[in-house]
């Protein structure tokens, strides 16, 4: 086991601005219509396309939707071109954060996004500005009630994961970008059940947020980018402390 990492307590920590997002079936769509368009429709030759369904049905879509969003990407029934754009800037606090979106309107899209970083107190910077900050990489979380370290361990090891992390209530198994596929799937046909899988930016070092003032403007950057119908995904590199916290809820 590797140290201790706060990839998912950073998580946690903006679960609750995941949570109000609630608009999950539009984001899965969107982003098999462009796996679809940029792959093909066949998953068993598309990775990008075989991930985004299998999300899609963790998340309960029906395979009409499915079905449908491949077809919108592949030309078979008409339907909006997204454009995948990566937004970059600092949040209050210095904090960086990473914005990934799909729009079919990029100014209305940029004009949003530079609103709610301006209205935080923090600005939305040229491309390449923080990315360097973050490492891509597979995340999957399993509950520890569900497995033993050693089983996972031995099981990620296996299906081609890079390190298995220990956290309070989840053991993180970590992959690079190219093995997250084969390992989720490994992972599947062994019967392991995970709390999350997904592909994410890690942050390379944490900035601690220790006022008040700073740490409620950022978690409202963060819910309004999360809840932007052209968003897919937030990263940040913050914590913020457990007490602080509780008493900003």
Known sequence: MSGHSKWANIKHKKGAADAKRGKIFTRLIKEITVAARMGGGDPDGNPRLRSAIATARSENMPKDNITRAIKKGTGELEGEVYDEILYEGYGPGGVAVLVECMTDNRNRTVADIRHYFAKSN????????????????GMILVDKLTTSEEELMDLALEAGADDVVEEEEHFQVVTAPEDFDDVREGLEKAGVTFVEASLTMVPQTIIEVTEEKPAKALLKLLDNLEAHDDVQNVHANFDIDDDLMKQLS
């Open 122 to 137: 923090g600005n939305l910077g040229e491309s390449g500005c923080v990315a360097y900050m973050f490492d891509k990489k």
